[in-house]
């Protein structure tokens, strides 16, 4: 392990969130050249992950960070080896690809700044995400992707299938969040470790643990709503709400592979038990089912490629879960594979929305004469998708068919699911990438051309990057391919795949994916119609029970609201004290914890028995006022009782302040009676005046409990011997009640000040409401009183 705790990685890492902040500055400058600099952000960041390859492949680990909260052994730190080290390229290099696509997408659009600003944001987020070391700092930035994903999928605020997509994903993702704080929680507590780095060499002590079932539930939890996994799939698609260069980065590189991310991190020390070889595989095959089956219903071009995200996504699972030899390698391959294929047939999809004015392609064709560039970067893609050589796809699919084939029934069923869901995304492939192209021109409603080359640059590149991924496997292995499998696995984990397949059973499902698809392809009008009829029997789907999920959830918030919040000041008040009665008492009395009755004090001087006396009168007179204002001077004598009692018993400072208090409180509540009706109003009936009287009792009895419990303990002096000790050494000052009150707990007096004065804006603010912000009544002429 190489520790590298330089300040660079620190500044490359907040680097997306320091150029969003200038990213509408660069638009309003430069237009759409403002791409150019703000690409220049992700850029240097992949070049800065690039230079630890040759570290990485080597099979060391590098980490670095600084202390946040060392007795919580919190930091903020980052840990990189195979596994954070890919992701981290996929992230910046893709991400630079992105924001030079979405200057030209995205051009011309008034909001354009801000759009640039929430995808740096988000690329930010995703980077914090895979290169965290510490479990906070993953979970800060795992939200964060949640919150990022909002902004981008609802930009365009103004419709609402943007507005609730936006919704919808942020409570299905941000749910999930919550899950995996609880999960961490769960391994933090396990474990005794806040760092990854130390946790994925901790053996067998996650799994040891009679808590692990439950760790894994939770995680699972995160995992599966944030990477679209069954049931939780419906929000991906609809997330296609959002503009195509967020499409392409959120499917290909950034937070629907979080989930993915996360379970590969863990397997070390979560894997290879029979929950998880049972869950992952379960879960992550049905998912491939349904999107592939969901993908071929669609006639929109980014809605067929979201169900086959959704379908990669559960294959990713169902091989990391899968837990037979090459199972890793296999995801592996498909992970980098399905970012690069993915992410140029989304900006294919939206070059062709772009240019031609219509994703529906059904009433699409013959484009490949105007759009020539943009047709060679959707076959190339769509070939590597299709698992075709000579491109990447192919290798992942040979490694795929290599992991799974095995004659055991439980290698079969996942060996069927995986061949019928990659000939349906094949069929989606080629779909996407010859029918918008090939055939009879079709009349669409722009005249379609070629795209700028900010536009199909970012295709092409990462199209025949997986061209040269597969021409030099080996090369290509031993720099990603290897060292991120070993870091999955947590062992060394050799690869030899290349252009030539395995021969015998994996090739022979090749074939038979090859062909099934093709034939689907063929047919494809007749597929989408079987299975809109099967969808259609089957009754609403997750995505109208969620609808259905928040429309209780908004009818049980109010019905709750309407019977927690009345809108009666007297009900909190009761309420209020009615808990605080039941938090005193009930320990007490559950736990046995009542203080010894002390004896009746003999030696009381009659001085201080008649200011008792006086405090017994005051709260009687209270009790027994026919009016607010005699009310009040009532209490104003009990406080001021009090405050000779705390003369006379050694505390002039409390005393003092309990005088100015009783005085500023009688003023301001006497000026505050006159300008209201002074008329007796009680209305409570006789049961409702005993069930307050027996609240207030209780509340008394309990405080008072309470403080003789307390003054039961050892008095700890050490508080009030540092105060002692310091306020005139520190703070320059000789009474220590002072120098607490402004110094010691200065900022807390501060703000006790600065809620006073909102208090009293938000009086005065009232008080303007009610006389419709003219001055009140009579005091024009300089009255007292309304």
């Known amino acids: 392990m190489i520790a590298n705790v330089t300040s660079l990685t620190f500044v490359v890492l907040f680097l997306p969130f320091m150029t969003a902040l200038c990213a509408p500055l660069a638009v309003a400058k430069l237009g759409r050249n403002g791409a150019w600099l703000l690409a220049l952000a992700p850029a240097l960041a992949f070049v800065h992950f690039l230079g630890f390859v040759p570290e990485i492949a080597a099979g060391e680990v590098v980490t670095g ?96 299938a943007s507005r609730r997509a936006a919704l919808q994903a942020l409570v299905v993702t941000g749910g999930g969040g919550l899950a995996l704080l609880a999960g961490l929680i769960f391994i933090w507590n396990i474990s005794g470790t806040t760092q990854l780095s130390m946790l994925v060499h901790g053996d067998d002590i ?88 969901l993908a071929i219903r669609q006639t929109d071009l980014k809605l067929m490629l979201a169900y086959t995200t959704v379908s990669s996504l559960g294959l990713l699972v169902m091989l990391v879960g899968f837990g037979s030899e090459h199972a890793i390698e296999a995801a592996v391959l498909y992970l980098v594979a399905h970012s690069l294929f993915k992410g140029a047939l989304f900006m294919v999809a939206g070059i062709i929305d772009h240019e031609a004015g ?8 013959g484009l490949r004469k105007a759009m020539p560039n943009t047709f060679i970067a959707a076959l190339a893609a769509a070939l590597s998708m299709a698992g075709l050589p000579p491109f990447l796809g192919f290798l992942a699919k040979e490694e795929i068919y290599y992991a799974l084939a095995h004659p055991d029934p439980r290698s079969i069923l996942f060996t ?27 009349k669409t409603p722009k005249h379609a051309h070629e795209a700028p080359v900010l536009m199909w640059l970012g295709p092409a590149t990462l199209a025949f990057g997986g061209l040269i991924a597969a ?55 007749t597929a989408r119609h079987h299975v809109t009829r099967a969808l259609l029997a089957a009754g609403p789907g997750p995505d109208k029970a969620f609808d259905a999920v928040m429309r209780g959830l908004v009818r049980l918030s109010f019905s709750i609201t309407r019977l927690l919040q009345p809108g ?99 003023v301001i509540l006497t000026l505050v009676m006159t300008r209201l009706r002074l008329s007796p109003t009680d209305h409570r009936h006789r049961g409702q005046k005993l069930l307050d009287g027996t609240i207030a009792l209780a509340c008394g009895t309990g405080f008072a409990l309470l403080l003789l419990k307390a003054t039961e303990q050892t008095f700890n002096n050490s508080l009030s011997d540092f105060f002692g000790a310091y306020s005139k050494v520190i703070a320059h000052g000789n009474n220590v009640v002072n120098v607490i009150i402004v110094d010691f707990r200065g900022t807390d007096t501060l703000g006790e000040i600065a809620v006073v004065m909102v208090t009293g804006l938000a009086i005065l603010a009232l008080i303007r409401i009610r006389t419709g912000g003219k001055p009140l009544k009579g005091e024009q002429k300089g009255e007292g009183k309304a």
């Open 358 to 365: 219509t994703r529906d392609v059904t009433k699409l064709g």
């Open 65 to 160: 960070g600084y202390a946040w909260v060392p007795s919580f052994n919190l930091s903020f730190s980052w840990f990189l080896d195979g596994l954070s080290l890919t992701f981290s390229l996929l992230i910046t290099g893709i991400g630079t690809l992105i924001v030079l696509y979405a200057g030209a997408y995205m051009n011309g659009h008034p909001q354009q700044g801000r759009f640039m600003a929430f995808l740096l944001l988000f690329m930010g987020a995703m980077l914090g995400v895979v290169v965290s070391d510490s479990l906070l700092m993953l979970f800060v930035y795992w939200e964060l992707t949640s919150i990022t994903s909002f902004l981008l999928i609802g930009f365009d605020h103004r419709r609402e």
């Open 416 to 442: 069927v699911v995986a061949v019928v869901g990659n000939a349906l995304m094949l069929a989606v492939a080629f779909a996407v990438a010859l029918k918008p192209f090939v055939g009879k021109p079709s």
């Open 568 to 666: 009666k000041l007297e009900f909190y008040v009761t309420a209020t004290f009615a808990i605080i009665a039941l938090v005193l008492l009930v320990p007490m009395y559950a736990y046995d914890e009542f203080p010894a009755m002390p004896a009746w004090p003999g030696g009381i001087q009659l001085h201080e028995a008649a200011f008792v006396v006086i405090a017994v009168i005051g709260l009687g007179a209270v009790l027994t006022a026919s009016s607010r204002l005699s009310a009040i001077i009532a209490l104003g004598i009990q406080g001021f009782a009090v405050a000779v009692l705390f003369l006379l018993f050694g505390a002039p400072d409390l005393s003092f302040t309990q005088f100015m208090v009783e005085t500023l409180s009688v």
């Open 206 to 293: 996650l799994r040891q643990s009679p808590f692990y079932f439950a760790t894994l539930l939770l995680v699972l939890g995160g995992a599966f709503t944030k990477s679209a996994q069954f049931p939780f799939h419906f929000w991906l698609p609809n997330a296609m709400e959002a503009p195509t260069p967020v499409s392409a980065y959120l499917h290909s590189a950034t937070m629907v592979k979080a989930g993915v991310y996360l379970l590969m991190r863990l397997n070390p020390v979560m894997g290879e038990t029979a929950a998880w070889e049972i869950l992952l595989p379960f879960f992550g095959g049905l998912t491939m089912l349904t999107g592939a089956f």
């Open 471 to 525: 021409l030099f496997s080996g090369a290509f292995h031993a720099v990603v391919s290897v060292p991120t499998a070993s870091a999955i696995a947590g062992e060394n984990r050799p690869m030899d795949i290349s252009l030539i397949p395995h021969i015998g059973v994996p090739l022979a499902l090749s074939l038979f994916t090859v062909a099934l698809g093709v034939m689907v392809y063929t047919k494809l009008a």
